[in-house]
């Protein structure tokens, strides 16, 4: 089992930043892609950004891209995501994801969240 506790979230101005992590606990030699979601009020958890286990491929949903990135300290079983110019839409709960599995199916693991809240 993977155990992932996300931290680094809270409240911030638009146009401010934050960089969220999360640490991997557990039987960490079989984590491979790791990611994040988020899930707003009211409306369905999504996809935010995920990476490779060797941190060479990573990719975004489209509102976030050039403005978040995501990384990962293997060797600290940790991974990043760095949120700058954000946004109010931003706001949410922030979840981080795990698989033993590639970037190509869904993930196994679930970090109980982080929120983000960004006023205008």
């Known amino acids: 089992q993977v155990q992932l506790v996300e931290s680094g979230g809270g409240l911030v101005q638009a146009g401010g930043s934050l960089r969220l992590s999360c640490a991997a606990s557990?039987?960490?030699?079989?984590?491979?892609?790791m990611g994040w979601f988020r899930q707003a009020p009211g409306r369905e958890r999504e996809f935010v950004a995920q990476?490779?286990?060797?941190?060479?491929?990573?990719y975004y949903r489209a509102s976030v891209k050039g403005r978040f990135a995501i990384s990962r300290d293997n060797a600290k079983n940790t991974v990043y995501l760095q949120m700058n110019s954000l946004k109010p839409e931003d706001t949410a709960v922030y979840y981080c994801?795990?698989?033993?599995?590639?970037?190509?199916?869904?993930?196994?693991?679930w970090g109980q969240g982080t929120q983000v809240t960004v006023s205008s």
């Open positions: 994801a795990a698989t033993t599995y590639d970037c190509t199916r869904g993930f196994d693991y």
């Open positions: 557990g039987r960490t030699v079989s984590i491979d892609c």
């Open positions: 990476i490779s286990r060797s941190g060479d491929s990573a």
